[in-house]
């Protein structure tokens, strides 16, 4: 398996656009995470997911940010609009029981 | 609700030295711990879990880390460091009652000496 697979990498994006986040779990991993990583803040889980269904959403920051999982291998992350404070790296991990794997991340910037 | 407390932020060793990191969690039953390890710039990596079984887990680098339910730690250690250990490692809880989640700590900075 090629583990978690986010995309892209980097962004670079001006304030005001929408900025979407792409992870492709594990698969037979029944659960997927995102992860936001400040260095105010560290890592703090946005929003996880179950068996494709969204679980608990409480650390999502505002409603700006949105998450869809349409199916078991594919997730998005939405930023509309974006602002500069959200700049951070942004983690997707799956798991199965104790068996977590995170992504590379992708390190956005919103000048 | 789970939390984990990395009391230390920065610690400096010099190369050649032990190495033990703090990790504190809070949750009421067994949780699965980690300790991952982060270089500037990359990803997370996992250096070592625990779930059950025996409390001394051994990973990978070289690193090993004691569970001790009785303080509530676990305690990440390796007993001589080398300059490629420099990095932020993070502890982290999660349970399966829990929602499979992972709480992370603050992490610590591991600086190394010449």
């Known amino acids: 398996d090629a583990g978690v697979i986010q995309s892209p990498r980097h962004e670079v994006t001006e304030m005001g656009q929408e900025v979407t986040l792409r992870c492709k779990p594990i698969s037979g991993h029944d659960y997927l995470f995102w992860y936001r990583q400040t260095m105010m803040r560290g890592l703090e889980l946005l929003i996880y997911f179950n068996n494709n269904v969204p679980i608990d959403d409480s650390g999502m920051p505002e409603d700006r940010f949105s998450a869809k999982m349409p199916n078991a291998s594919f997730s998005t992350l939405k930023i509309q609009p974006s602002e500069p404070r959200d700049s951070a790296v942004y983690f997707c991990a799956s798991s199965t029981n104790s068996d977590y794997t995170f992504g590379s991340g992708t390190r956005l910037t919103v000048v | 609700a789970q939390s984990v407390t990395q009391p230390d932020i920065h610690i400096t060793v010099s190369e050649g030295a032990s190495l033990e990191l703090r990790c504190n969690y809070s949750?009421?039953?067994?949780?699965?711990l980690f300790w991952y390890v982060q270089s500037p710039g990359q990803g997370l990596q996992l250096l070592l879990k625990?779930?059950?079984?025996?409390?001394l887990v051994q990973g990978i680098k070289g690193f090993e880390a004691e569970f001790k339910r009785s303080q509530s730690s676990f305690n990440l250690r390796k007993p001589s460091v080398h300059w490629s250990d420099a990095a932020e490692y993070f502890c982290a809880v999660g349970a399966r009652a829990a929602g499979n989640k992972l709480t992370f700590g603050g992490g610590t900075r591991v600086l190394v000496k010449p």
């Open positions: 949750y009421g039953a067994t949780p699965y």
């Open positions: 625990y779930f059950s079984g025996d409390t």
